[in-house]
C-alpha cells in the first residue's frame, strides 16, 4: 500500500514537471526592430532641433547598422524554362511588381513580424508595412483549413521544434512575388519559417520557400535577427501611390535582402 | 558636370535604400524627379497627406505678380520620419508659418510637382529628409 502509494505520488510529480517543461517555451512575445524595411537609417539630431534623415555623416559604429541589418543578399533560383520570364519581370519591375501599387507583399516578403502576441495555443503577428497594418493568426498543432479561399498571407499553423516555433503557410494568391526583381510565385508556394531567440535575446527569423513547379530548389533567405524595440507599432497610413504615372523611366535601385 | 551630379545622386538613392526590406518601394526617385538642379520655394503649408509609400506636402508659394500657386510636394515614408523622431505635427509648424524648401522639379513637365530635399522654418531649424 505504501509502495503504492509513493509511486502514485512520484507519476504525479513526474507528469506535473512534464507538464511544465512542455509550457517551458522561449518568449517570443514583443515588438521586434526588424528594422521595417528602413534599418539603414541612421538618423540625426542636430543643433537648434534640427533633424538629419538621409545623407547625414555617420559615426562608424552607426554605420553598421541595428536592427534589420542584412548579410549578402540571396535570391531564388528558377527551373530554366522560367528564367527568361523572371528577367522580363525584373526588367519591367517598375510596371509589373505588385508592392510598388501598393499590394500586399505576400510571404516571405513581408518579413518578421514586428510584433508577436503568444498565447498557449496561438500567435499572432502583427506588421507595420508601407503597403498596409496587417496581421497573421498562427494556431499551433492545427490542420490547415480548408474553408477558406488563397489570400495575399495564406493560412498559417505553428508547432514548437525544441526552442524554435515553426510556422507553415499554405493557400497564397500567385499575385504576389517571393522578393524584388521578378520572384514570380504559384498557388502551391508553400512557406516555413523559424523564429527562435539568440543567445542575447534577439529574434531570428529564418524562411525557406517551396514553389517546385517554378524553383530550381527551395529559397532559404538569409536568417534576419531583430533585436527587442523600446516602441509600440503603429496603425499603418493607408498606401496610395502617386508616383508611378510620373516614372518617365523604368529606373529602380537594387533591394536585396 | 550635370551628368556626374546626376550620377551621384542616383549612387546615393541607392546605396541608402539599398538596405530596404520589403516595405519599400524600389522605383528610383531620379525616374520621377530632375536630379540635375536643386531649386528653392518658400510659402505656407496649406495641408499634409501622411500616406504611404511617400508622405505629401503641399506648399502655398506666392509668384512674383501677387499670385499664389500650390505645390505638391513628395516626401519620404511616414515611417522613415517616425524612426528619425519627426511628426506630422513637426513637419506642420507653427500655423501659418512662412517655410523654405529645397528640392527636385518633376522630369516629366508635371507642373508644380516636387521632391524635397530639406524643409527650413523660420526660426533657422532644418530637417534633411533627403540628399542630392
Redesign the interface.
Known amino acids: 500500500m505504501t509502495n503504492r502509494l509513493f509511486a502514485s505520488a512520484g507519476l504525479a510529480a513526474l507528469l506535473t514537471a512534464g507538464a511544465a517543461m512542455a509550457q517551458e517555451r522561449p518568449d517570443l512575445s514583443g515588438t521586434w526592430d526588424?528594422?521595417?524595411?528602413?534599418?539603414?537609417?541612421n538618423?540625426q539630431?542636430l543643433e537648434?532641433?534640427?533633424?538629419?534623415?538621409?545623407?547625414?555623416p555617420q559615426p562608424a559604429a552607426a554605420a553598421s547598422?541595428g536592427g534589420?541589418?542584412?548579410p549578402a543578399p540571396s535570391l531564388p533560383v528558377y527551373k530554366a524554362e522560367y528564367q527568361e520570364r523572371v528577367a522580363d519581370l525584373t526588367e519591367r519591375?517598375?510596371d509589373e511588381?505588385p508592392?510598388?501599387r501598393?499590394l500586399p507583399?505576400g510571404l516571405p516578403?513581408?518579413?518578421p513580424p514586428d510584433k508577436i502576441v503568444q498565447a498557449e495555443d496561438e500567435f499572432v503577428f502583427l506588421y507595420?508595412?508601407?503597403?498596409g497594418p496587417f496581421f497573421r493568426m498562427v494556431p499551433l498543432n492545427a490542420e490547415h483549413r480548408e474553408d477558406i479561399d488563397p489570400s495575399y498571407h495564406g493560412d498559417s499553423i505553428g508547432w514548437w521544434e525544441g526552442d524554435t516555433l515553426m510556422v507553415e503557410t499554405v493557400s497564397m494568391t500567385d499575385d504576389t512575388w517571393l522578393?524584388?526583381n521578378g520572384a514570380f510565385h504559384t498557388e502551391n508556394l508553400r512557406v516555413v519559417e523559424e523564429l527562435s531567440l539568440t543567445d542575447d535575446g534577439a529574434l531570428q527569423w529564418v524562411a525557406t520557400a517551396y514553389d517546385p513547379e517554378v524553383l530550381e530548389q527551395p529559397w532559404r533567405l538569409n536568417p534576419r535577427v531583430s533585436p527587442h524595440a523600446d516602441w509600440e507599432i503603429?496603425e499603418?497610413?493607408?498606401?496610395?501611390?502617386?508616383?508611378?504615372d510620373?516614372?518617365?523611366?523604368?529606373?529602380?535601385?537594387?533591394?536585396?535582402? | 558636370m550635370i551628368l556626374r551630379t546626376f550620377i551621384a545622386a542616383?549612387a546615393?538613392?541607392?546605396s541608402?535604400?539599398?538596405?530596404?526590406?520589403?516595405?519599400?518601394?524600389?522605383?528610383?526617385v531620379?525616374?520621377?524627379f530632375d536630379t540635375s538642379e536643386t531649386r528653392t520655394w518658400k510659402g505656407t503649408i496649406t495641408k499634409i497627406d501622411?500616406?504611404?509609400?511617400?508622405t505629401?506636402i503641399h506648399l502655398a508659394v506666392e509668384n512674383d505678380d501677387g499670385t499664389v500657386t500650390e505645390w505638391e510636394m513628395?516626401s519620404?515614408?511616414?515611417?522613415?520620419?517616425?524612426?528619425?523622431?519627426?511628426t506630422r505635427k513637426m513637419i506642420q509648424g507653427e500655423e501659418g508659418e512662412v517655410i523654405e524648401i529645397e528640392g527636385l522639379r518633376?522630369?516629366?513637365g508635371?507642373e508644380n510637382?516636387a521632391y524635397i530635399l530639406t524643409i527650413t522654418y523660420a526660426?533657422?531649424?532644418?530637417?534633411?529628409?533627403?540628399?542630392n
Open positions: 526588424n528594422g521595417g524595411g528602413i534599418g539603414f537609417l538618423p539630431n537648434g532641433q534640427s533633424i538629419c534623415v538621409t545623407g547625414c547598422g534589420g541589418a542584412r519591375q517598375v511588381d508592392v510598388l501598393c507583399p516578403r513581408l518579413g507595420e508595412d508601407v503597403s522578393t524584388d503603429v499603418s497610413p493607408p498606401c496610395i501611390d502617386r508616383s508611378l510620373h516614372m518617365v523611366d523604368d529606373s529602380y535601385h537594387a533591394n536585396p535582402r | 542616383a546615393a538613392l541607392t541608402a535604400l539599398a538596405a530596404a526590406g520589403p516595405v519599400l518601394a524600389h522605383h528610383s531620379a525616374g520621377v501622411w500616406i504611404n509609400p511617400h505629401y513628395e519620404i515614408p511616414p515611417a522613415m520620419m517616425r524612426k528619425a523622431g519627426i518633376a522630369r516629366d508635371t510637382l526660426d533657422g531649424h532644418f530637417y534633411q529628409l533627403s540628399t
